[in-house]
């Protein structure tokens, strides 16, 4: 903390002015850490000796992937991606480890071996025993919320879309009427991505505010035909044919229209993964922009994804569970048949 007096009145504490600083820290009784903020709020680290005695953590950031924990030490869990807290191998009765989340995906406790984490003291019993109507009756399909819980949006079956940032005291109705079927949300509620069952794949890089509708028809590449054309004509379906010496190329409309089931994205919304309900799942490492087909055509009725997106499990009506750990480019059964109950041998799947 900065005092002096302010000589020009300008209510603004000028460097020349400052006659005195102390830090309020945080340390163990060695030397510690000491986090401050200058007047453009960017943060900095600054090392410090507190006074003998003066009990404390010391907090470490920790900026991605996974940590082992120190006794008496605080860890920052500052990443877009989980953050893994392991326990010390060995601590002594009183000794304290503490994590807070300041990034985008939160963090985990892991224990070493033959450790156990008692939670007796925490009252679970809390969460979820109270609710509070917050919106007029619809006919919902489908909800989303940010990692912090105050951004949300919520679909209505042949109706809006609604978002909220107020924890869903208000709402504001979205896009236009459709027969929204399933929502997903980025840690920070920023991108949304919405699918309507017999419409296409919407997405919104503004909260919600402004919508926009996805092609999922994958992009024929450019080749060079040899041999001559022998004329186009109409095919099957409304697809259009080209003849070449013979054979009969069908090549499908640009059509994106699927009854869409299922959707799931990654914490910073740039990997989504969408399923058609007797189609494929297609996948789209762009925030949506391009996708591409995973899979074969299956009942696909659910989809989730890991927080940056390359681990997937989708679940197939009547039939399996199956998990990805590519972004969805291959695609194993993980061993239950919903059908019977029963574990089923594991098989594995793949589009390119």
Known sequence: MASGADANGDAVLDAGEIASTTYLCNGGARRGRCHRSDRSHRSHWSHWLPRAGR?????????????????????????????????????????VVRVSGIGGCGWTVAQ???????????????I????????????????????????????????????STDGG????????????????????????VAVVYGGQVYTSTDAGATWTANDSKPRLAKRRLLGRRHGAGRGRAGRTALHLHGRRLHLAARDSNRDWHNVTSSADGARLAAAEWNGQIYTSTDSGASWTPRDTTRRWTALASSADGTKLVAAENNGQVYVSLDSGRQLAGAGLDVSTGRPSPRRRTGSG
């Open 55 to 95: 009990p404390g953590l010391t907090w470490v950031d920790v900026g991605a992937g996974a940590v082992t924990a120190r006794a008496n030490t605080g860890y920052l869990a500052d990443s877009a991606s989980l953050v893994t807290v392991t326990l010390p191998t060995t601590l002594a009765v009183g000794d």
């Open 112 to 126: 070493q071996a033959g450790q156990t984490i008692a939670t007796a003291g925490i009252p679970t019993t809390a």
């Open 128 to 163: 979820g025993a109270n609710w509070t109507s917050q919106s007029a009756t619809h006919g919902w399909t489908s909800i989303a919320a940010s990692s912090d819980g105050t951004k949300l949006v919520a679909a209505e079956e042949g109706g809006q879309l609604y978002t």
């Open 169 to 192: 005291a208000t709402w504001t109705p979205r896009d236009t009427n459709r027969n929204w079927h399933a929502l997903a949300s980025s840690w920070d509620g920023s991108r949304l």
